[in-house]
T-cell receptor
Framework: GQNIDQPTEMTATEGAIVQINCTYQTSGFNGLFWYQQHAGEAPTFLSY????GLEEKGRFSSFLSRSKGYSYLLLKELQMKDSASYLC????????????FGQGTTLQVKP | DGGITQSPKYLFRKEGQNVTLSCEQNLNHDAMYWYRQDPGQGLRLIYYSQIVNDFQKGDIAEGYSVSREKKESFPLTVTSAQKNPTAFYLC?????????????FGPGTRLLVL
């Protein structure tokens, strides 16, 4: 079967660094996405990794290891507005465009 | 402004009624998707379309139908056969350039059954 695993909830302090992990088991791999979703809103695109390594974009970075079926999203200098759900999604085999989503990690940033 | 629009923001359905959710994009993306999100669950794919006049069933297509007559538009009909339609419906479109892909979501439509 195909499976995406993320922690359900995390808590961190404003100004700190937090790492949200995602492990996946899919039949094939054609890229991994991270999205941010605030309560009641649509997901917004954060990052896309298809090759191993780290992609940095401002305060957010995303890492991928295809051999380990593992990714993480790193958030630096946390702000209160970073409190949201973070969704990991994988495009599996073929070029169908289908994404398989994890259930998301709800991050609470405390003062 | 470029982007994806969905309408209406809220939609109420009566028992036995078909309703259609609109999704329009002006990003010139070839691929478009419909997802459903339920509380405490990940997004689940209903239908997707990689090109005009072609679409494929996703993981939970039963009780839904779509059309893709124009590149910009991918409407979703929730039929009376869908027994549990209350959910947050998200439309998305995607593009791949130099092996870099982006998939953007519209603002969503909340469907409630009366």
């Amino acid at each position: 079967g195909q499976n995406i695993d993320q922690p359900t909830e995390m808590t961190a302090t404003e100004g700190a660094i937090v790492q949200i992990n995602c492990t996946y088991q899919t039949s094939g791999f054609n890229g991994l996405f991270w999205y941010q979703q605030h309560a009641g809103e649509a997901p917004t695109f954060l990052s896309y990794n298809v090759l191993d390594g780290l992609e940095e974009k401002g305060r957010f970075s995303s890492f991928l290891s295809r051999s380990k079926g593992y990714s993480y999203l790193l958030l630096k200098e946390l702000q209160m507005k970073d409190s949201a759900s973070y969704l990991c999604a994988v495009r599996g085999s073929s070029n169908t465009g289908k994404l398989i989503f994890g259930q998301g990690t709800t991050l609470q940033v405390k003062p | 402004d470029g982007g994806i629009t969905q309408s209406p923001k809220y939609l109420f359905r009566k028992e036995g009624q078909n309703v259609t959710l609109s999704c329009e994009q002006n990003l010139n993306h070839d691929a478009m998707y419909w997802y459903r999100q339920d509380p405490g669950q990940g997004l689940r794919l209903i239908y997707y379309s990689q090109i005009v006049n072609d679409f494929q069933k996703g993981d939970i297509a039963e009780g839904y139908s779509v059309s893709r007559e124009k590149k910009e538009s991918f409407p979703l009909t929730v039929t009376s056969a869908q027994k549990n339609p209350t959910a947050f419906y998200l439309c998305a479109s995607s593009q791949t350039i130099d092996r870099k892909e982006t998939q953007y979501f519209g603002p969503g439509t909340r469907l409630l059954v009366l």
